[in-house]
C-alpha cells in the first residue's frame, strides 16, 4: 500500500452506469442524514439548555453524531479510491475509533442518568 | 492466478494502486474475503488497527443500541416513548448492519458480493441516515421550552 497517492477516478464508472449513479446517490441520505442530525442536536441543546451548561451526556453524544458524519464522509473517497494510502487508512482508524468511544460514552452515560 | 498473487502483482506496479470494482461479482463474496487487504491494497503494518476498528466500530452501535433502548425505557417509563428518539434508534441499529456490510466490503472488496454490497451496506446505511437525520429533527421540532 503506498503512503498517500490522490486519483481522479469518474464516481460515473464504478460498474454500470445505472449502479454508478445509484452508488452516487446513496451517498446523499448517508451523508445529509448524519449531518443533519448533527445540526438540529445542536439546535435541540441550544433551544432546551439556553444558557445552562449541556451535559456530557448530551454533548458526547453529539460529538459521536459529528465524528459519524466524518466517518461517512470519509468512506467517499475510500469507496472511489480518490485518495489511497496509509495517511487515509489511518485517518479512517482514526475517525472510527473516535467516534465510537463518544457514541458509546454518550450513549452510556444517558442510560445511567435516568436509571 | 489467485486473489491474493493478484493483488501482489499489482502492489508492484507502482502508479497502479487502484483497484477497480469486479462487476463480475457472485451472490455472496465471502471467498474473497481477506484480513490481510484494505480495498484491494494489502494493509501490512495495519492489518490489526484496521480489524480493530472496524470491528469496534459495529459493536459501538450495537452498544449504543442498547443504551438507548434503555434510557429509552427508563426515562420515558409508562409515558408514550416520542417519535423522535424511535427513529434515532432504529436508524442507529440499521447503521450497525451497515458497518457490517463496511467491514465485509472492505475486506471482499474487489469481489464484494450481491448481498454485502445492497441489503448489508448500501440500504442499512441509507435507512440508517434519513433515520437519525429524521429524528434528530423530530427531537428539536417536539421540544416546548
Known sequence: MPFLELHFVNPLEFGSLSFSIFMLMMHIPIVVGFG?????????LRKYYGERPVPDEWRYFWLAILWG?????????????????????????????VGGFYLIKGTYLLSKKYQ | MNSKEAFKKIEKLKYFTI??????SSIFGIDSFS??????QSLGSLKWAVLFSLIFSVLSFLVATFFIIRYTREFYAKRTIPSSWQFILWGIFATAIAEIGDFLGFY??????????????VIPHVIGGILIGYGSYLLYKEIKV
Open chain 1, 36 to 44: 443533519a442530525s448533527a445540526f438540529y442536536i445542536i439546535k435541540y
Open chain 1, 69 to 97: 458524519t466524518l466517518h461517512q464522509l470519509i468512506e467517499i473517497p475510500i469507496l472511489y479510491q480518490w485518495m489511497v494510502g496509509k495517511v487515509i487508512v489511518a485517518t479512517f482508524i482514526f475517525i472510527q475509533i
Open chain 2, 108 to 121: 471482499e472488496w474487489p469481489k464484494v458480493g450481491f448481498v454485502e454490497t445492497n441489503f448489508l451496506l
Open chain 2, 19 to 24: 483497484v477497480p470494482a469486479n462487476i463480475n
Open chain 2, 35 to 40: 484480513i490481510e487487504t484494505f480495498m484491494g
